[in-house]
Nanobody, 127 residues
């Protein structure tokens, strides 16, 4: 199982921006898809965004669409999440995830689709 490490979280005011990074312990060209999930206190982990190997296919939850952007750099073994126009309800622990082998793309927003997970980075948005 690969190891993934997130960074870039922190405290930001509403309307601000943050860029999260997730670096994999192995070359990401070996990972069929990568994604970000988040978990707020007292809530279940929820899907945020996903990206396929070639970066041509990206998916977003309705709550972050048009505000967040996912990208990946296979040469750097890293996936990014650019978060703009942040809201207090975006406060959560953000974790990255990766798929080995074949990606069940129709299930892009399901936790069970992903094989490897990072421990997460805290994002706090103040009002």
């Amino acid at each position: 199982q690969g190891r993934m490490v997130e960074s870039g979280g922190g405290l930001v005011q509403a309307g601000g921006s943050l860029r999260l990074s997730c670096t994999a312990s192995e070359p990401t060209f070996k990972l069929a898809a990568m994604a970000w999930f988040r978990q707020a206190p007292g809530k279940e982990r929820e899907f945020v965004a996903a990206i396929g190997w070639s970066s041509l296919n990206t998916y977003y939850s309705d709550s972050v669409k048009d505000r967040f952007a996912i990208s990946r750099d296979n040469a750097e073994s890293t996936v990014y999440l650019q978060m703009n126009s942040l809201k207090p309800e975006d406060t959560a622990i953000y974790s990255c995830a990766a798929v080995r082998g074949v990606w069940s793309e129709s299930l892009y927003n399901q936790r069970a689709t992903y094989d490897d997970w990072g421990l997460g980075t805290q994002v706090t948005v103040s009002s």
